[in-house]
């Protein structure tokens, strides 16, 4: 059972439909591993079914049948991904289903990136509004420290690690934002896998970190 969860104003605007597709990705992973948060999320799309009900319907603009119908007749960008989807044990067992959909391949397919501490697997999105990532880190690796621009949200899919407001498992979410300067490591007994999504950029902190924001920013 996860200790850390998103907030409730998360959970409201993912039944509501209103979040971008990096952060509902984010969430739609998290509830399949969090029974208490799938209970809440449940409980909110259930009541805004019945606020839906109470509506008045207002009169409807006359409509284009056969664009309509067009549109129906093109598949849809998520059944066409859960189409093949190699899915192996790991996968299955490590990865919702929302998240196997939109990675399109096993996790031992995956072609990681190094980023130095890391290794890194961007996920596609249709949008440009956030990224998500993938990240795995080594047993025992720690991560320079470092703080954000904009919020970075976390989900451990495997293992876990630690930083200075807490430790984190699988299930377990963390949001940093520009206030969080921390250093996440990994534990020793495992590769720590998480999903990340970051609407900003990561920026390394100390004198290291000093002088490689100015050479990256050169």
Known sequence: MPN??????????????SLNEAAALLISTH???CPACRRQAQGLEAIGG??????TPAPVAPVD???VLRRLDRPHADSRAAEGVPCDTETARLLPAALRRRLGTSLKDIKWKS????DQFD?????TRGAAQLLRLRPGQKVSRH???GIEMTIVLSGGYRDEA???MRGDMAVAGPDVEHAPIADADGYCICLVVVDGSIKLTGPLGRIVNLLLRN
């Open 123 to 127: 996920l596609p999105l249709s949008n």
């Open 50 to 55: 019945l606020m839906l009900d109470a509506i």
């Open 147 to 149: 703080t954000h621009d």
């Open 166 to 168: 807490g430790h984190y």
């Open 65 to 67: 049948i056969e664009a």
């Open 115 to 118: 980023r130095g501490m890391v």
């Open 4 to 17: 850390s969860h998103p907030s409730q104003a998360l959970l409201m605007d993912y039944a509501a439909g």
């Open 31 to 33: 509830i399949p591993l």
